[in-house]
Protein backbone atom coordinates (compact mmCIF):
# COMPACT_ATOMS: atom_id res chain seq x y z
CA UNK A 1 0.00 0.00 0.00
CA UNK A 2 1.56 2.92 -0.80
CA UNK A 3 1.38 5.46 2.35
CA UNK A 4 -0.65 8.66 2.19
CA UNK A 5 1.39 12.09 1.43
CA UNK A 6 -0.07 13.89 4.61
CA UNK A 7 1.01 17.67 5.89
CA UNK A 8 -0.80 18.39 9.37
CA UNK A 9 -0.87 21.84 10.83
CA UNK A 10 -1.83 22.41 14.54
CA UNK A 11 -1.69 23.85 17.36
CA UNK A 12 -0.18 21.42 20.01
CA UNK A 13 -2.05 21.18 22.70
CA UNK A 14 -2.76 17.80 24.09
CA UNK A 15 -5.02 16.17 22.18
CA UNK A 16 -2.91 17.29 18.85
CA UNK A 17 0.17 15.71 20.53
CA UNK A 18 -1.94 12.49 21.46
CA UNK A 19 -3.11 13.28 16.86
CA UNK A 20 0.69 13.66 16.06
CA UNK A 21 2.20 10.70 17.96
CA UNK A 22 -0.12 8.48 16.20
CA UNK A 23 0.65 9.82 12.84
CA UNK A 24 4.43 10.02 13.82
CA UNK A 25 4.16 6.30 14.51
CA UNK A 26 2.39 4.91 11.66
CA UNK A 27 3.67 3.66 8.78
CA UNK A 28 0.24 4.08 6.11
CA UNK A 29 0.84 7.79 6.49
CA UNK A 30 3.96 9.60 4.37
CA UNK A 31 4.45 12.88 6.64
CA UNK A 32 5.58 15.71 4.63
CA UNK A 33 5.15 18.56 6.87
CA UNK A 34 4.43 19.70 10.65
CA UNK A 35 2.90 23.48 10.63
CA UNK A 36 2.24 24.77 13.24
CA UNK A 37 -0.41 27.89 14.15
CA UNK A 38 -1.24 29.73 17.70
CA UNK A 39 -4.22 28.39 19.41
CA UNK A 40 -3.90 26.89 22.19
CA UNK A 41 -1.00 28.61 23.40
CA UNK A 42 1.26 31.16 21.00
CA UNK A 43 2.72 30.01 18.14
CA UNK A 44 6.29 29.98 19.55
CA UNK A 45 5.22 26.67 21.79
CA UNK A 46 2.64 25.37 19.52
CA UNK A 47 6.03 24.75 17.21
CA UNK A 48 8.66 23.53 20.26
CA UNK A 49 6.00 21.30 21.42
CA UNK A 50 5.18 19.98 17.88
CA UNK A 51 9.23 19.19 18.09
CA UNK A 52 9.25 18.07 21.31
CA UNK A 53 6.72 15.17 20.28
CA UNK A 54 8.83 14.52 16.38
CA UNK A 55 11.64 13.67 18.78
CA UNK A 56 9.87 11.74 21.29
CA UNK A 57 8.57 9.21 18.44
CA UNK A 58 12.06 9.50 17.02
CA UNK A 59 10.84 11.38 13.72
CA UNK A 60 13.20 13.80 12.96
CA UNK A 61 13.01 13.16 9.33
CA UNK A 62 9.74 15.60 9.81
CA UNK A 63 10.62 18.97 9.06
CA UNK A 64 8.64 21.07 11.19
CA UNK A 65 7.70 25.13 10.40
CA UNK A 66 6.57 28.15 12.09
CA UNK A 67 3.46 29.76 10.83
CA UNK A 68 0.60 32.82 11.69
CA UNK A 69 0.98 34.00 15.39
CA UNK A 70 -2.59 35.58 15.28
CA UNK A 71 -5.59 35.03 13.58
CA UNK A 72 -6.30 36.94 10.67
CA UNK A 73 -8.58 39.73 12.63
CA UNK A 74 -9.01 38.66 15.64
CA UNK A 75 -7.02 38.62 18.78
CA UNK A 76 -5.13 35.84 19.68
CA UNK A 77 -7.56 34.12 22.32
CA UNK A 78 -5.32 30.54 24.19
CA UNK A 79 -7.18 27.57 25.66
CA UNK A 80 -4.13 26.89 28.47
CA UNK A 81 -6.94 26.10 30.61
CA UNK A 82 -7.42 23.07 28.94
CA UNK A 83 -3.92 22.34 27.89
CA UNK A 84 -1.75 23.61 30.41
CA UNK A 85 0.60 27.07 30.35
CA UNK A 86 3.05 25.30 27.93
CA UNK A 87 0.51 23.37 26.14
CA UNK A 88 1.50 19.43 26.74
CA UNK A 89 -0.60 18.95 30.30
CA UNK A 90 1.55 17.94 32.87
CA UNK A 91 4.73 17.62 30.98
CA UNK A 92 7.72 19.22 31.69
CA UNK A 93 8.89 21.02 28.06
CA UNK A 94 12.24 20.93 26.54
CA UNK A 95 14.33 22.81 24.17
CA UNK A 96 14.43 20.06 21.24
CA UNK A 97 17.51 19.23 19.66
CA UNK A 98 16.52 19.99 16.35
CA UNK A 99 14.85 23.46 15.69
CA UNK A 100 12.25 24.64 12.86
CA UNK A 101 12.46 24.67 9.05
CA UNK A 102 13.73 28.50 8.34
CA UNK A 103 10.50 28.62 5.85
CA UNK A 104 6.94 29.79 6.95
CA UNK A 105 4.30 27.28 7.42
CA UNK A 106 2.46 29.10 4.59
CA UNK A 107 5.08 28.32 1.82
CA UNK A 108 5.75 25.15 3.25
CA UNK A 109 1.91 24.29 2.60
CA UNK A 110 1.90 26.15 -0.51
CA UNK A 111 5.76 24.39 -1.76
CA UNK A 112 4.79 21.04 -0.79
CA UNK A 113 1.38 21.01 -3.00
CA UNK A 114 2.28 22.97 -5.54
CA UNK A 115 5.16 20.53 -6.19
CA UNK A 116 3.44 17.38 -6.09
CA UNK A 117 0.35 16.02 -9.00
CA UNK A 118 -2.92 17.54 -8.04
CA UNK A 119 -4.92 16.06 -5.28
CA UNK A 120 -1.82 13.72 -3.89
CA UNK A 121 -1.36 15.86 -0.96
CA UNK A 122 -3.99 15.89 2.15
CA UNK A 123 -3.91 18.35 4.56
CA UNK A 124 -5.12 17.71 8.33
CA UNK A 125 -5.92 21.08 10.35
CA UNK A 126 -6.11 20.36 13.97
CA UNK A 127 -5.78 24.30 15.17
CA UNK A 128 -7.17 27.45 14.04
CA UNK A 129 -7.58 27.76 10.01
CA UNK A 130 -5.13 30.96 9.59
CA UNK A 131 -2.32 29.28 7.87
CA UNK A 132 -4.33 27.48 5.21
CA UNK A 133 -6.42 30.37 4.77
CA UNK A 134 -3.34 32.67 4.20
CA UNK A 135 -1.76 29.82 2.00
CA UNK A 136 -5.00 29.96 -0.71
CA UNK A 137 -4.60 34.09 -0.13
CA UNK A 138 -1.47 33.55 -1.47
CA UNK A 139 -1.70 30.61 -3.95
CA UNK A 140 -5.42 31.06 -6.00
CA UNK A 141 -4.31 27.37 -7.61
CA UNK A 142 -4.04 26.05 -4.68
CA UNK A 143 -7.46 24.63 -3.51
CA UNK A 144 -7.55 22.64 -6.53
CA UNK A 145 -4.69 21.26 -6.39
CA UNK A 146 -5.40 19.88 -2.95
CA UNK A 147 -6.37 16.48 -1.92
CA UNK A 148 -8.74 16.15 1.44
CA UNK A 149 -8.40 18.90 4.03
CA UNK A 150 -9.59 16.71 7.15
CA UNK A 151 -10.30 19.65 9.96
CA UNK A 152 -11.16 19.38 13.38
CA UNK A 153 -14.08 22.19 13.95
CA UNK A 154 -17.36 23.07 14.44
CA UNK A 155 -20.50 22.12 16.32
CA UNK A 156 -24.01 21.13 15.22
CA UNK A 157 -26.09 19.12 17.52
CA UNK A 158 -23.74 18.99 20.48
CA UNK A 159 -23.87 23.21 20.76
CA UNK A 160 -20.31 24.85 21.17
CA UNK A 161 -17.84 24.02 24.04
CA UNK A 162 -16.31 27.84 23.87
CA UNK A 163 -19.71 29.39 23.49
CA UNK A 164 -23.39 27.89 23.30
CA UNK A 165 -22.77 27.56 19.63
CA UNK A 166 -19.16 28.02 18.30
CA UNK A 167 -16.51 24.96 18.58
CA UNK A 168 -13.01 26.67 19.81
CA UNK A 169 -10.82 26.51 16.45
CA UNK A 170 -13.29 27.79 14.34
CA UNK A 171 -14.12 30.71 17.00
CA UNK A 172 -10.80 31.68 17.48
CA UNK A 173 -10.41 32.59 13.82
CA UNK A 174 -14.15 32.46 12.55
CA UNK A 175 -12.60 34.60 8.89
CA UNK A 176 -10.29 32.08 8.30
CA UNK A 177 -12.85 29.13 8.61
CA UNK A 178 -15.28 31.03 6.43
CA UNK A 179 -12.27 31.84 3.54
CA UNK A 180 -11.56 27.81 3.87
CA UNK A 181 -14.92 26.65 3.20
CA UNK A 182 -15.27 28.81 0.72
CA UNK A 183 -12.79 27.77 -1.23
CA UNK A 184 -12.32 25.13 -4.14
CA UNK A 185 -11.21 23.06 -0.96
CA UNK A 186 -12.16 19.38 -0.33
CA UNK A 187 -13.08 20.26 2.86
CA UNK A 188 -14.12 17.25 5.96
CA UNK A 189 -15.31 18.86 9.17
CA UNK A 190 -14.65 16.31 12.04
CA UNK A 191 -16.88 18.70 14.56
CA UNK A 192 -17.73 18.31 18.10
CA UNK A 193 -20.63 15.67 17.62
CA UNK A 194 -18.18 13.01 16.39
CA UNK A 195 -14.93 14.15 18.57
CA UNK A 196 -17.30 13.59 21.58
CA UNK A 197 -17.81 10.21 20.99
CA UNK A 198 -13.94 9.89 20.65
CA UNK A 199 -13.34 9.62 24.64
CA UNK A 200 -10.15 8.40 26.49
CA UNK A 201 -11.58 6.25 29.08
CA UNK A 202 -10.14 5.04 31.90
CA UNK A 203 -9.82 1.49 30.49
CA UNK A 204 -8.64 3.13 27.12
CA UNK A 205 -5.88 5.30 29.13
CA UNK A 206 -4.57 2.48 31.32
CA UNK A 207 -4.37 0.12 28.48
CA UNK A 208 -1.91 2.82 27.13
CA UNK A 209 -0.05 3.56 30.23
CA UNK A 210 1.04 -0.75 29.89
CA UNK A 211 2.44 -0.25 27.23
CA UNK A 212 5.24 1.18 28.05
CA UNK A 213 7.43 3.02 25.06
CA UNK A 214 7.96 6.59 25.36
CA UNK A 215 5.21 7.70 22.85
CA UNK A 216 3.00 5.41 24.91
CA UNK A 217 3.66 7.02 28.06
CA UNK A 218 3.38 11.03 26.91
CA UNK A 219 0.30 9.70 25.10
CA UNK A 220 -1.27 8.66 28.45
CA UNK A 221 -0.38 12.00 30.27
CA UNK A 222 -2.35 14.19 28.03
CA UNK A 223 -5.16 12.26 28.38
CA UNK A 224 -4.72 11.64 32.23
CA UNK A 225 -4.52 15.58 32.42
CA UNK A 226 -7.38 15.91 29.74
CA UNK A 227 -9.64 13.67 32.77
CA UNK A 228 -8.33 15.76 35.74
CA UNK A 229 -9.22 19.20 33.65
CA UNK A 230 -12.60 17.99 31.90
CA UNK A 231 -13.74 16.31 35.18
CA UNK A 232 -13.06 20.05 37.23
CA UNK A 233 -14.27 22.43 34.52
CA UNK A 234 -17.28 20.13 33.01
CA UNK A 235 -17.78 17.13 35.11
CA UNK A 236 -16.90 14.15 31.91
CA UNK A 237 -15.51 11.39 33.50
CA UNK A 238 -13.47 10.96 29.84
CA UNK A 239 -12.39 13.50 28.03
CA UNK A 240 -12.74 13.64 24.30
CA UNK A 241 -9.54 12.99 22.21
CA UNK A 242 -10.60 16.00 19.46
CA UNK A 243 -7.80 16.32 17.06
CA UNK A 244 -7.10 12.37 16.88
CA UNK A 245 -10.44 12.46 14.35
CA UNK A 246 -8.94 13.77 11.59
CA UNK A 247 -5.57 12.01 11.61
CA UNK A 248 -7.18 8.38 12.30
CA UNK A 249 -9.83 8.87 9.61
CA UNK A 250 -6.34 9.72 6.78
CA UNK A 251 -5.67 6.19 8.60
CA UNK A 252 -9.02 4.77 8.32
CA UNK A 253 -11.82 6.74 6.71
CA UNK A 254 -13.67 3.50 7.48
CA UNK A 255 -14.29 4.19 10.96
CA UNK A 256 -16.72 7.26 10.59
CA UNK A 257 -19.90 7.81 8.29
CA UNK A 258 -20.06 11.25 6.69
CA UNK A 259 -22.71 13.25 5.73
CA UNK A 260 -22.51 15.67 2.30
CA UNK A 261 -23.60 19.07 3.48
CA UNK A 262 -22.39 22.65 2.90
CA UNK A 263 -21.04 24.40 5.56
CA UNK A 264 -21.30 28.24 6.21
CA UNK A 265 -19.58 30.02 9.41
CA UNK A 266 -20.89 33.20 11.04
CA UNK A 267 -18.40 36.07 11.69
CA UNK A 268 -20.77 39.31 12.14
CA UNK A 269 -22.21 38.27 15.37
CA UNK A 270 -20.52 38.95 18.74
CA UNK A 271 -23.03 35.96 19.98
CA UNK A 272 -22.83 33.20 17.42
CA UNK A 273 -19.51 33.93 16.19
CA UNK A 274 -17.81 30.88 14.62
CA UNK A 275 -21.18 29.12 14.35
CA UNK A 276 -21.24 26.24 11.88
CA UNK A 277 -24.27 26.16 9.99
CA UNK A 278 -24.17 23.02 8.77
CA UNK A 279 -26.72 22.33 5.99
CA UNK A 280 -27.97 18.97 4.35
CA UNK A 281 -30.19 19.93 2.14
CA UNK A 282 -28.97 20.21 -1.45
CA UNK A 283 -29.07 23.39 -2.97
CA UNK A 284 -30.70 25.58 -0.07
CA UNK A 285 -27.78 27.31 0.88
CA UNK A 286 -25.83 26.07 -1.99
CA UNK A 287 -24.32 22.59 -3.59
CA UNK A 288 -23.17 19.92 -1.12
CA UNK A 289 -19.80 19.74 -1.35
CA UNK A 290 -18.46 19.59 2.04
CA UNK A 291 -18.53 16.40 4.49
CA UNK A 292 -19.99 16.27 7.59
CA UNK A 293 -18.71 13.88 9.97
CA UNK A 294 -21.40 12.22 12.08
CA UNK A 295 -20.88 8.74 13.72
CA UNK A 296 -17.47 6.72 14.29
CA UNK A 297 -15.94 3.72 15.06
CA UNK A 298 -14.06 4.97 18.61
CA UNK A 299 -12.65 1.43 19.66
CA UNK A 300 -11.03 1.35 15.84
CA UNK A 301 -9.26 5.40 16.44
CA UNK A 302 -7.80 3.72 20.11
CA UNK A 303 -6.59 1.17 18.33
CA UNK A 304 -4.83 2.89 15.72
CA UNK A 305 -3.31 5.48 18.66
CA UNK A 306 -2.53 2.19 20.65
CA UNK A 307 -0.53 0.36 17.19
CA UNK A 308 1.34 3.64 16.48
CA UNK A 309 2.70 4.09 20.24
CA UNK A 310 3.34 0.38 20.62
C1 LIG B 1 -10.19 21.99 19.62
O1 LIG B 1 -9.75 23.14 20.33
C2 LIG B 1 -8.49 22.91 20.89
O2 LIG B 1 -8.44 23.36 22.21
C3 LIG B 1 -8.21 21.43 20.74
O3 LIG B 1 -6.83 21.21 20.54
C4 LIG B 1 -9.01 21.03 19.54
O4 LIG B 1 -8.29 21.27 18.36
C5 LIG B 1 -11.41 21.43 20.29
O5 LIG B 1 -12.43 22.36 20.30
CA1 LIG C 1 -5.87 21.60 18.37
Do not use: Y
Not at 58 to 81: H, K, Q, S, W, Y
Not at 95 to 109: F, H, K, L, S, T
Not at 200 to 206: D, F, L, N, P, S
Not at 243 to 255: K, N
Request: aromatic share 4%; net charge negative; charged share 20%.
Amino acid sequence: MTPTPLIIDCDPGVDDAVALLTAFGTPTLDLLAITTVGGNVPVAKTARNARILRQIAGREDVPVFTGAERPLRRDPMGAGEFHGAEGLGDMAPFEPAVGCAPDGAVEAIIETVMARPEKTVSLAVLGPLTNLAQALRAEPGLAERLGPVAVMGGARSEGGNITASAEFNIWADPEAAAEVLASACDVVLFGLDVTHQVRATEGRIVALEALGTEPARAAASMMRFSQRVERETVGWEAPPIHDLCPVAWMIRPELFTLRPCHIAVETMSDLTRGHTAVEFRDGVAGPLRHRWADRVDADGVFALLAEAVR
